[in-house]
Nanobody
Framework: QWQLVESGGGLVQAGGSLRLSCTAS????????VAWFRQAPGKEREGVSF????????VYSDSVKGRFTISRDNVKNMVWLQMNALKTEDSGVYYC???????????????????WGQGTQVTVSS
């Protein structure tokens, strides 16, 4: 069974940057829409950014717009989330999620994705 694998999390000071990576073991992501979600302790999981299967369409939550950039390379089977100007409120576990490119796009809706990674911890210190 294939799975999504995230990496790149860590501890960074406020104002710093991190780049998260997501790949799929055992399957091509080429036909999947991919999104990043995050969950802080005691809070609900929230959508951060979305990218269409070919990469032509991206969506960002208001809280990260202008600071985060999502991208993908279907040849390398990778999706990235470049996070700049990090704030303490960006801390949490970041998850990569995917759904086949069929039907209506769900964007940043958590219920719109069938496959999830295990998550990678991002901690932003003040």
């Amino acid at each position: 069974q294939w799975q999504l694998v995230e990496s790149g999390g860590g501890l960074v000071q406020a104002g710093g940057s991190l780049r998260l990576s997501c790949t799929a073991s055992g399957r091509s992501l080429r036909v999947y829409r991919v999104a990043w979600f995050r969950q802080a302790p005691g809070k609900e999981r929230e959508g951060v950014s979305f990218i269409s299967s070919a990469g032509g369409r991206t969506v960002y939550s208001d809280s990260v717009k202008g600071r985060f950039t999502i991208s993908r390379d279907n040849v390398k089977n990778m999706v990235w989330l470049q996070m700049n100007a990090l704030k303490t409120e960006d801390s949490g576990v970041y998850y990569c999620a995917a759904v086949v490119n069929i039907g209506e796009e769900k964007g940043l809706e958590t219920t719109g994705y069938d496959y999830w990674g295990q998550g990678t911890q991002v901690t932003v210190s003040s």
